[in-house]
């Protein structure tokens, strides 16, 4: 069974750092685009971030440009989103999507069809 597993949510106060964790089984994704969505309450799932299946491409939304960093480790088939400066507005469910093929696509792929693959999520509550 391919699961994305994710951890690391929680609550924090604003200006303070989260890092997200998402660990895949069940199959391999180092040739696969993976990243992050988010979504809150009555709003519609939006794209965050993005990273190529080595790491060397990466595409975030205008929202978190230079406060989030994706990363990947795929030895330990383990995705990353290192979130710093956070802001009330942050708060949502977070999800870790991946790819099911290897495919070459810049920028990244940015909507919620285009992955395959989806976590349960982690929630990140920001407090003002």
């Known amino acids: 069974q391919v699961q994305l597993v994710e951890s690391g949510g929680g609550l924090v106060q604003a200006g303070g750092s989260l890092r997200l964790s998402c660990a895949a089984s069940?199959?391999?994704?180092?040739?696969?685009?993976m990243g992050w969505f988010r979504q809150a309450p009555g709003k519609e799932r939006e794209f965050v971030a993005g990273?190529?299946?080595?790491?060397?491409?990466?595409d975030y939304a205008d929202s978190v440009k230079g406060r989030f960093t994706i990363s990947r480790n795929n030895a330990e088939a383990t995705m990353y989103l290192q979130m710093n400066r956070l802001k009330p507005e942050d708060t949502d469910v977070y999800y870790c999507?991946?790819?099911?093929?290897?495919?070459?696509?810049?920028?990244?792929?940015?909507?919620?069809?285009?992955?395959?693959?989806w976590g349960q999520g982690t929630q990140v509550t920001v407090s003002s």
């Open positions: 999507v991946a790819e099911s093929e290897y495919r070459i696509s810049y920028p990244l792929p940015q909507r919620v069809g285009d992955y395959d693959y």
């Open positions: 069940g199959r391999t994704f180092n040739s696969n685009t």
């Open positions: 990273i190529s299946w080595n790491g060397g491409r990466t």
